[in-house]
């Protein structure tokens, strides 16, 4: 079992940036692939993106692609989702999971160890 912790949320307006960490402790973090999702109010969690154990893939749900960029530093056992020209409907509380298995799975029953995840709220 690996412990994650997210941070870097908060409150930015409209086209504004945000970098959210993700950082794991209590096993080898290089044999975790980590996905993020994010939770709405009234909506299902929706996959956003998963970075597979070696760094070398990055899989991106269409509503983030090309605005999201998700990375790891194993040496500080951190994954990183940068988000830019954010939108409202980027209001989320945003979480981070990890899996052994399905390296880019979007799938949530996939995902054994959550984090608790941090609001970022997107004003117009």
């Known amino acids: 079992q690996v412990q994650l912790v997210e941070s870097g949320g908060g409150l930015v307006q409209a086209g504004g940036s945000l970098r959210l960490s993700c950082a794991a402790s209590?096993?080898?973090?290089?044999?975790?692939?980590i996905g993020w999702f994010r939770h709405a109010p009234g909506k299902e969690r929706e996959f956003v993106g998963a970075?597979?154990?070696?760094?070398?893939?990055?899989y991106y749900a269409d509503c983030v692609k090309g605005r999201f960029t998700i990375s790891r530093e194993d040496a500080k056992n951190t994954v990183y989702l940068e988000m830019s020209s954010l939108k409202p409907e980027d209001t989320a509380v945003y979480c981070c999971?990890?899996?052994?298995?399905?390296?880019?799975?979007?799938?949530?029953?996939?995902?054994?160890?959550w984090g608790q995840g941090t609001q970022v709220t997107v004003s117009s």
């Open positions: 999971a990890a899996t052994t298995t399905f390296g880019g799975s979007s799938r949530k029953d996939v995902y054994r160890d």
């Open positions: 209590g096993r080898t973090f290089s044999n975790y692939n």
């Open positions: 970075i597979t154990m070696n760094g070398r893939s990055t």
